[in-house]
């Protein structure tokens, strides 16, 4: 077999997942581009330990652990992407900036509204 073939398979892979990446706005569909990019380098993990002809295998192993690694992430990202869907309306990557707070306590989806006094603390004063 030449290593040409599917060397060449995991780089058109990757540039596709590195492309989703990069020009995607849904949540969902940059993780997908991720699991896509993890698999090429799955590829070239086995197709490379089967040129080695490694006796103990090391490739196959290492990918192992990545699909593992794969995994976990998806599950904690998915949940990640389901919240903030139920909180905003919206699986929008630009839109995830509006979840930081701001160090004077307010949301930074205020839109530059000032926070709003205490009326009670103004009345004792």
Known sequence: MHLA???VLAVLLFCIG???VLARRNAILV???VELMLNAVNLNLVAFDVWL???LHAGQALTLFTIAVAAAEIGIGL???LLVYRNRGSSDIDRLRDLA?????????D?????QPDTQAEATA
Do not use: N
């Open 53 to 55: 002809r490694d006796t």
């Open 101 to 109: 707070e701001r160090p004077d306590g307010t949301d930074a989806t």
């Open 31 to 33: 993780l997908m581009s």
């Open 5 to 7: 073939y599917p060397a």
């Open 111 to 115: 839109h530059g509204a000032q926070p």
């Open 18 to 20: 590195l492309y989703g």
């Open 79 to 81: 949940a990640i992407v």
